[in-house]
Nanobody
Framework: QVQLVESGGGLVQPGGSLRLSCTAS????????MGWYRQAPGKQRELVAQ???????VYGDSVKGRFTISRDNFKNTVYLQMSSLKPEDTAVYYC?????????????WGQGTQVTVSS
């Protein structure tokens, strides 16, 4: 069973930075895309950033210019570098991957890591 293990969450002051990591139990080339979603209390889960198998990336509007997604192919790891953090970035961040299964894909989720931005 494919697993995604996240790390790097925590408490940070507004304006600060954090880096999240998501390591897959399989080669990241088995995934059509990998990325991060987040969910704040009382809100729907939303896309933060995603990097596709071919290397292109997309970002949610609220994080553009502040967050950067990258990957290390040899470590099967995707990173989310978060800068200029705001209190509204507070949420549980989930790693997500689209596992290629023949002609379709299967969504795989990590367990989530809490990010709290507060003074």
């Amino acid at each position: 069973q494919v697993q995604l293990v996240e790390s790097g969450g925590g408490l940070v002051q507004p304006g600060g930075s954090l880096r999240l990591s998501c390591t897959a139990s399989e080669s990241i080339f088995r995934f059509n895309a990998m990325g991060w979603y987040r969910q704040a209390p009382g809100k729907q889960r939303e896309l933060v950033a995603q990097i596709r198998r071919v290397g292109s990336s997309v970002y949610g509007d609220s994080v553009k210019g502040r967050f950067t997604i990258s990957r290390d192919n040899f470590k099967n790891t995707v990173y989310l570098q978060m800068s200029s953090l705001k209190p509204e970035d507070t949420a549980v961040y989930y790693c997500h991957a689209d596992l290629i299964q023949g002609d379709s894909t299967e969504a795989v989720w990590g367990q989530g890591t809490q990010v709290t931005v507060s003074s």
